[in-house]
Structures are given as structure tokens and as C-alpha cells.
């Protein structure tokens, strides 16, 4: 650990004493804002670890895999959350929870990481080929969402049927994710023309360290998870916020801490493609990968987790895939448009805050 640079340390003894602290809370019936918050930390802090870490094996490979291994590793804490939500029997935290996790990827970060990306010459520029896939990514599984929304608005006899029409579409999900990640993967050795391959960077810790960090911060998270769920619910009460306004804005921000601050520090040191390319992953990642498995996943619990969502979260969810091709599409985005997003954002939580 001696090649960690001071920061990193530092960050390392904070997510250390705040798992500590919110295990000792936790066990100890503190009150539960104070458990919650702690619990909180401890997942923001975990998830720069495990951030830190996946760079650092990233650092052997080009913008594609690092930023897969980034969004992938970075969804831990957001999978636990809803795994241990399901298990209490928070179907509408564990549910608001991951649509809220897409919409701040997509709305709030993406467009924090424009803003930044852009802040030199009112332009961000970066491959177009990711924003497209993501797009096409996020549409597929708004296909699902609205037909599924369909079905139940009109009562159609499959609306009878909506957890086996959801086991089939996150099956199929996850082989379309499975499908265009085999390409994804392999695009970092031919570069789009125009593009000249990114220079490598050097580790700054040995692999074998970064493996390490990597284990012991996920196997953290699981816990710290276990506690942030266990203390959300008294907590809601005491704060009198809705379960809503809880997953679709405090759990998903908290559960998505990685891609919160790794893109917008990548966009800021000028790293436009793998600041992209991290976000972008995510979007993708909790549309086609997270939400479905977390919907087999559920089949093993009490309550199920559904591609069935409130319409004003379908129709949300459609616009943003719209919006996102819109956008991103052309391979560049403006400071406005990063704005935009994240005002997109903003209108979304007071909606759910005044729900």
C-alpha cells in the first residue's frame, strides 16, 4: 500500500472507520438517521475504493473495458441495495431504486460530466459509437417497460401474467447485453478514424494490490448494503419523505457514488471518451443488465421485482432514451445540453418529492 498516494490513503481510513462506525451503529440501535447517514458514507466511500481499483486494473486496457469494469464493479453497492430491499419487503424502494439509479446516470451525471467536459470551449467531443449503443440499449428495455405498461393499462390477459412476461424479458435483456458486449469489448483495439489511441497510463499499485482492494471493498459494501437498508425505513419515517422520493433519489445517488464522481473527474482532467464511456456503461448496464437480473433475482424472495412501473416512470424512461440519442448521438454535447439534463433531473425529483 505504500505506492497509494496521500489522498487515497485518506479515503481508504474513512471508508475503513465509516464501515466500522455504521456495523457499530447498526448493532447498537442507534438512531437511524444518524445509522443511515453513516451507512451512506461508508457506501460513498467503499465505492471510491472500488472505483480506484478498477482504474488501476483498467489501466492494462483501453476506454472499453475500463469503462465496463468501472460501471459493472460500480453497481455493487446499487445491487446489494435492492437485493437486501427485496428481502425486507421494499418492493417500492428496491424498484424506485433502480429506475432512479438509470435516471441519474443518464440525467444527472451525464450532464454534470457535459458541463464539466465542455467548460473549455462549450463543447464535449468523444466517440460516437457508445452513445448510440447505449441508446439502442436503453430503447430495448423501454420496449419491454411500455408493453409491459401497455398490458396493464389495457387489462389484456398477459397483464394476468406480469412476473412470467417480466422473467421472459429480462432473459432477453440480458442476451441482447450479452450480445453487444462481445463487440463492445473488442472495439478498443481498431479506433474510430480521426481517433488515435488514448496513451496508456502506468498503475499506480500492482495488480495484485488492486485485486485485493477490489475484494475487500465489494465484501464491504455487502455489509455497509445491509445496514443502509436496515436503517432507510425508520429513517423515512423520522424525515417524513416518501419511499419514492427515498429510492428514486437518495438510495440511487448513494448507490451510484462510483459514476457520480468518476466521470465528472474524468471529464474534468479532459478524458472525454473514458468519462463517457464510464457513464454511458452504467446507463446501459442498469437498463439491460441490472434491472433484469435483479428480476430473476427476485424470483428467490417473497416479493418480485417487475418490469410493471407508475406510467409517469415509463414515460420518463422513454423520453430519456430519446433524449440520450438526441444528444449524445452525434458524438459531441454542448454545455446547454448538459443542463438540460440535469433540469430534466431536478423536475423528476420534485415530482417524486411532492408524490
Known sequence: MSSLTRGQRITLLVAVAATIAAGVLHYADAPSVLAFVIAGVALAALASIVSFATEQVGTRFGPAVTGVLQSTLGNLPEFFIVVFALSAGQVVVAQTSVVGSLFANALLVLGLVIIVGARRDGVMRFQARLPQDTATLLLSASF?????????????????????????????????????????????????????????????????????????????????????????????????????????????????????????????????????????????????FLFPLLVLVSFLFKDHLTFQLAPVYVGAILLTAIALWQITGDGEATTFEGVALVAMYITLGAYAWLD
Open 144 to 288: 419491454v417497460i411500455v408493453l409491459v405498461a401497455l398490458a396493464v393499462a389495457t387489462h389484456d390477459e398477459a397483464a394476468r401474467h406480469v412476473d412470467a412476461l417480466s422473467a421472459v424479458a429480462a432473459l432477453c435483456l440480458l442476451a441482447i447485453y450479452g450480445a453487444w458486449l462481445w463487440s463492445y469489448l473488442r472495439s478498443d483495439a481498431p479506433r474510430e478514424a480521426g481517433h488515435e489511441a488514448a496513451p496508456a497510463h502506468r498503475a499506480a499499485v500492482p495488480l495484485a494490490v488492486s485485486v485485493v482492494l477490489l475484494a475487500a471493498a465489494g465484501a464491504g459494501a455487502a455489509f455497509a448494503s445491509d445496514w443502509f437498508v436496515s436503517a432507510l425505513e425508520p429513517a423515512i419515517e423520522t424525515l417524513g419523505i416518501s419511499q419514492a422520493f427515498a429510492g428514486l433519489v437518495i438510495v440511487a445517488i448513494a448507490g451510484n457514488a462510483v459514476e457520480n464522481v468518476v466521470g465528472i473527474v474524468l471529464a474534468a482532467k479532459g478524458d472525454s471518451d473514458l468519462a463517457i464511456s464510464v457513464v454511458k456503461n452504467s446507463v446501459a448496464q442498469v437498463a439491460v
